[in-house]
């Protein structure tokens, strides 16, 4: 008995105790790799999961409000599934990479849909909300004064910075004393002590708002006067500064006939459902509607409308001449200046890169305004110096020619580091091996030095065609499109597909966002069109080289 109790080989253990040898060996690797977490770890993550937590609630309200049920219920999925990756000791890869993922879908995949969609819907000014928010704006813009209307006494105020803050009328009900504050969402009335009211009932002070001065409020003048704010009774507006009024709407909604009736005039404009308007029977549409699915007309719009298409195929020709141009011409004088500072016979080479690489250095917008008015007419450097008269921005190829030597100074820099870094790339001896053979230098550079070159630069000519098909840069801060013909204000003879989408969804003539969106679809077609097939040659003249 007590041989077998004082045994201590290996077949023994301690009771309770597994021995080491018997432990599985994934269960030792867990132990090894279950590093204790530090207490600066610990606060971070403490810190990110309650910020993460913070932006769900606070993403929540307007979901809940909104009832949009099925974004609440990813919201909350998301959220709780984060709290489960980064609470628990499993899934490390997925630590990693889902914050990535999640910036991708936030700011790559969203906008990409969303602007997809919109191109699908009449988006844009006038046609922005639902059909009641278009019914409620068409009978407040038509209120008018009414003989016996009550009159208030108005001081005008904002919420925030006095010059950009939203409007507010502040009211003082003449018979009641009562303050009221109206914004275009209605009438709420404030509390006597908040409030200080002067003799004859204008309000000179109100506890949340900043009153607007005479000088203040007559700069937003146009504001004040389009501003009417909704009432149980009809709808209020201003009478100059100091005084509003409570008239009735011209305009009402008929249920009955799905339409618009002006009570003056009896003219009638029905709901029409494809376009998101009210049309009268001659055809007459009123300005306000609402957003509605317009199926392909955006995209056939731009393809068949006359109006738009003849711009669209002419400015598509022109955007094609300008990336390629762009870039085949920094690749040139970039490629030629490095092959000129690689030689072993040249010195001083590290002062004429940095020279060379002075404009890749300075930043390009404020370059761009420089060089638009180095290119004016009277007074501009490229005129005086060379003693020329050409007005460059006032015709269409001379306009060109400008926009395109702005972006040969402002590129050739970047062509001329990446030339560079690939030429130390290429052995010495392949081309001293050509020269050997009897080559000549251009037959070396031809056969040996250009392919090579272009084998490790294709990416970079992609991706530089690429951004200078889009370079909205270049062109608006220089010609902003100019110059436009006589009949057709919206596409000038330099407008790339992005400054002519940017004046469809900007313009003066009113916002057409849904058009805009689908010219971008287009953009984005031919560029990765363009692109796929490029990258695909590139990937055959990698292997014919490799």
């Not at 092959?339 to 250095?361: D, E, F, K, Q, W």
């Not at 000549?440 to 550079?445: A, D, G, K, N, T």
Request: charged share 15%; with cysteine; hydrophobic share 45%.
């Amino acid at each position: 008995m007590s041989t077998s109790l004082s045994g201590s080989g290996s077949g023994t253990q301690t009771p309770g105790r597994e021995p080491t040898g018997s432990r599985p060996a994934r269960t030792r690797r867990a132990a090894r790799t279950d590093t204790p977490i530090t207490a600066t770890g610990l606060a971070v993550k403490v810190v990110l999961l309650g910020l993460t937590a913070g932006i769900a609630v606070w993403a929540a309200f307007p979901l809940i409000e909104a009832e949009k049920w099925a974004g609440l219920a990813l919201l909350l999925a998301t959220t709780a599934g984060l709290f489960y990756l980064y609470l628990s000791r499993r899934h490390v890869p997925a630590k990693y990479l889902v914050p990535g993922t999640l910036f991708l879908i936030a700011f790559q995949i969203f906008p990409v849909l969303y602007t997809a969609s919109t191109a699908f819907t009449n988006f844009g000014d006038g046609h922005r909300g639902t059909k009641d928010d278009a019914i409620v704006a068409i009978q407040t813009a038509s209120v008018k004064q009414v003989p016996g209307s009550t009159e208030y006494a108005l001081s005008v105020a904002t919420q925030g910075d006095p010059a950009t803050g939203p409007l507010v009328f502040l009211v003082s009900d003449p018979q009641s004393g009562k303050v009221s504050a109206g914004d275009a969402n209605g009438l709420r009335e404030l509390d006597a002590a908040d409030v200080t009211v002067a003799t004859g009932g204008k309000v000179t002070a109100a506890e949340g708002y900043t009153v607007l001065n005479f000088g203040q409020a007559s700069a937003r003048s146009a504001e004040i006067t389009g501003l009417v704010v909704p009432t149980e009774s009809g709808a209020l507006r201003s009478s100059g500064l100091s005084r509003a009024y409570e008239g009735k709407a011209v305009r009402a909604y008929d249920e009955g006939c799905d339409c618009i009736r002006d009570t003056e005039s009896g003219r009638t404009w029905t709901a029409d459902a494809e376009t998101g308007a009210f049309v009268a029977a001659d055809g007459e549409r009123l300005a306000q509607g609402w957003k509605v699915n317009v199926g392909l007309r955006n995209f056939s719009r731009v393809l068949t409308d006359p109006n738009i298409s003849g711009p669209f195929f002419g400015t598509l020709i022109w955007n094609f001449a300008f990336a390629l141009g762009s870039t085949g011409l920094t690749f040139v004088l970039g490629m030629a200046i490095a092959l000129a500072l690689h030689s072993p016979r040249m010195r001083g080479t590290n002062i004429y890169r940095v020279l060379l690489i002075l404009p890749y250095a300075m930043p390009s917008f404020a370059m761009l305004l420089v060089w638009r008015d180095m290119f004016n007419t009277d007074f501009g450097l490229i005129n005086n110096l060379f003693g020329l008269g050409v007005d460059w921005f006032g015709q269409d190829w001379s306009a060109r020619v400008a926009v395109i030597l702005v972006q040969l100074w402002l590129g050739y820099p970047y062509m001329f580091l990446v030339a560079t870094g690939a030429l130390q790339a290429i052995p010495r001896e392949l081309t001293e091996a050509t020269s050997v053979d009897g080559a000549s230098p251009w037959q070396s550079f031809r056969s040996v030095t250009l392919p090579l070159l272009l084998v490790a630069l294709s990416p970079l000519l992609i991706a530089s065609f690429a951004y200078n098909f889009n370079n909205f840069n270049a062109i608006y801060l220089t010609t902003e499109g100019g110059p436009f013909p006589a009949d057709n204000p919206t596409s000038g003879a330099t407008d790339l597909l992005i400054t002519y989408t940017y004046r469809l969804a900007f313009g003066a003539q009113g916002a057409e966002y849904g058009l805009a969106a689908a010219v971008s679809i287009f953009i984005f077609t031919i560029v990765a069109v363009v692109s796929a097939v490029s990258f695909r040659r590139t990937r055959q003249q990698e292997e014919v080289y490799s």
